[in-house]
């Protein structure tokens, strides 16, 4: 048994490596203004049939956005969710020193709003394509509504700067009667390849009065813990010049009604259509191959080949795992996508483990065959690489933050923080048969105070050169606040090179890490636009190292749980990388026509404007 026991122990970093890793990073916290005159809360009304549960339900909805908003050339806006006053509220970032703009809160008046609607995430996006950056904000209690920046340039953002618009027309009046959607997740990507970005919501609860505290009933919980299907499912919105149009159909109908919490999405095989991952609460999470034509937007789920040797539940495809998160990212740095998903570890509570699903595939070509079989050729390498276990998990970000050419992963973690353990009933829960648990009577008591993995810290996971894998390093770089974390938002900020993180904290002051490390390799900073100005989402880059590796990446139209990155494309290019490199681009243009081209950039910033070729501005 000792023998056993040291055979499959798996590797620890000692504390002086960690020490050593930690040294090419550098964080400083800094405060994120926020409006005032609000009313604060520590936890939401809900309906009484919840009110048990309360806690529980005011777990989610802390959200963080970065992009360039006011069009200065920088992603130093952010758009944050606050649970604490039920607001979607833009803010500059805290690194800008030219006083920007006064935070405001973006009022969906006066369109048709209730006391029952709470934001859950902000997505901006060139929604009309006129080349200003619009705000997306999904809800739970009503549909999303685009607010349509009609701001100048060059004068200070404010809530007159945009005019909220409906995404789903219908609703009229002050008082909003329309669908009760409860949005978790958006995507934004061109789904359909007719050259114009399409709309993705994941909803987690059926269309329900979940924050109605007047209403007792006619609300439900998930029908299983680890194969639920009564959930709110996802909408597809198709651009047209008239606006966006709801899609049906688009998913398989037994992935339909999932309880979504993330969503990402990306090409994958080269086919120039991006394939979206659906991270779905208490399983059904699965990868959709994109089998779409301009007009029609069509997936076929695809699954990895069965093992005797591999548990279904760590399987794309077959996973029963909690999917709390996703992100795409090439990990191994072999020029193809994989994904990182989060999942519920927690040893001695519920120990999942969290997914890091590497591409088997030799080339995006052999991967497209695959996906025309059916077959997703990922293996779950997260327990050799450190990364399987860390704590409550939500929101996952891969970004290159000390430009050396590698991935790190930044998750963040935590539930519910409270004074009273409330594990050895969610315990008790998740042993129960499952035709008890979609009943919210049967659900132990989750109020507000009890904790529920409380005290975890957000991860911040770097890769050890010598032995390949991941260490957390967030204690030694004094981010590892014990407070619950939801969304992740990276993008360089301030223009120095160096990717900043965002982070929104539930129930808590938001945060935002400048990245100050000293230690780092040389970069590639992209902006991918058309030529009307707006983002050329879904555009691939992928860089030759004098080495001979490949470095790909994309401009990512976001995605994830609550947090989004800007639509930047930073790739980290080590130490000493210093002429111009090959940089292939690919993109499509308005018409929907696919154009690639190879361009020389040096090391730094570029901007190259994408129509029928590419010209650096």
């Avoid at 030799?362 to 497209?368: I, M, V």
């Avoid at 190292?545 to 994309?554: E, H, K, N, T």
Wanted: aromatic share 10%; glycine share 12%; proline share 6%.
């Amino acid at each position: 048994m000792v023998g056993t026991f040291f055979g499959v122990q798996l590797p620890e970093t000692s504390a002086a490596e960690t020490e050593k890793l930690a040294k090419n990073f550098g964080f400083e916290s800094l405060s994120i203004a926020m409006p005032s005159g609000f009313p604060k809360q520590e936890y939401r009304k809900v309906n009484k049939a919840y009110r048990h549960i309360e806690g529980w339900i005011s777990s989610v909805g802390a959200g963080i956005a970065v992009n360039d908003i006011d069009g200065d050339g920088l992603p130093n806006d952010l758009c944050v969710n606050d649970p604490r006053i039920d607001q979607a509220v833009l803010t500059p970032a805290p690194t800008r020193k030219d006083g920007a703009y006064a935070p405001f809160a973006l009022d969906a008046k006066p369109l048709p709003t209730s006391t029952t609607m709470a934001p859950m995430g902000c997505m901006p996006g060139d929604y009309n394509e006129d080349g200003a950056t619009d705000v997306l904000v999904y809800y739970w209690g009503r549909t999303p509504v685009i607010f349509m920046n009609k701001g100048v340039k060059g004068q200070p953002l404010s809530a007159a700067t945009f005019t909220p618009t409906e995404l789903i027309p219908g609703t009229t009046g002050t008082q909003y009667t329309g669908p009760l959607w409860n949005s978790n997740a958006a995507a934004v990507a061109d789904f359909d390849g007719d050259g114009h970005d399409d709309i993705f919501i994941g909803n987690y609860f059926p269309d329900s009065p979940v924050l109605d505290d007047t209403k007792d009933g006619g609300v439900v919980m998930n029908e299983s813990l680890s194969h639920a299907q009564n959930g709110g499912g996802g909408h597809f919105f198709r651009w047209t010049e008239k606006g966006y149009e709801k899609t049906d159909g688009a998913i398989p109908q037994n992935l339909s009604h999932g309880w979504t919490l993330g969503a990402s999405a990306a090409d994958l095989d080269g086919d120039h259509l991006p394939e979206i991952f659906l991270a779905h609460d208490f399983g059904t999470s699965a990868m959709l191959y994109n089998k779409s034509v301009p007009g029609t937007i069509e997936f076929a789920e695809v699954k990895a080949v069965h093992s005797g040797t591999v548990p279904k539940s760590k399987e794309v495809g077959r996973s029963s795992f909690k999917g709390m998160g996703v992100d795409f990212g090439d990990l191994d740095n072999d020029g193809l996508y994989d994904l990182f998903v989060s999942n519920i570890t927690t040893s001695f509570g519920i120990q999942e483990s969290n997914f890091a699903f590497i591409n088997e595939a030799k080339s995006q070509s052999e991967l497209q065959g695959k996906f025309k079989e059916g077959e997703a050729p990922y293996e779950d390498k997260s327990a050799d690489l450190g990364v399987a276990w860390s704590g409550w998990g939500w929101d996952p970000k891969m970004g290159d933050f000390d430009n050396d050419g590698n991935l790190e992963i930044a998750q963040s973690l935590g539930f519910v923080k409270g004074k009273t353990n409330r594990w050895p009933q969610l315990q008790e829960l998740a042993t129960a048969n499952d035709a008890l648990t979609s009943n919210p009577f049967w659900w132990p008591n989750v109020r507000h105070g009890d904790d529920l993995a409380g005290s975890q810290h957000m991860r911040f996971f770097a890769k050890d050169q010598e032995s390949g894998r991941y260490v957390d390093l967030s204690k030694a770089l004094g981010i590892a606040e014990p407070i619950p974390t939801r969304g992740m938002a990276p993008a360089d900020v301030d223009g120095d090179g160096l990717l900043d993180l965002a982070v929104a904290r539930q129930w808590g002051e938001p945060v935002f890490l400048h990245n100050v490390s000293k230690s780092t390799g040389s970069f590639l900073d992209l902006k991918l636009n058309r030529e009307s100005g707006s983002p050329a989402i879904g555009a691939e880059v992928c860089v030759e190292l004098p080495d001979g590796s490949m470095r790909v990446s994309r401009v990512d139209g976001g995605g994830g749980h609550s947090g989004k990155r800007s639509n930047d494309v930073h790739i980290g290019l080590g130490q000493g990388v210093k002429g111009p490199l090959p940089v292939k681009l690919t993109w499509r243009d308005r018409t929907g026509a696919v154009h690639e081209q190879q361009l020389k950039l040096t090391p730094g910033q570029h901007t190259v404007e994408l129509g029928t070729q590419a010209k650096e501005k």
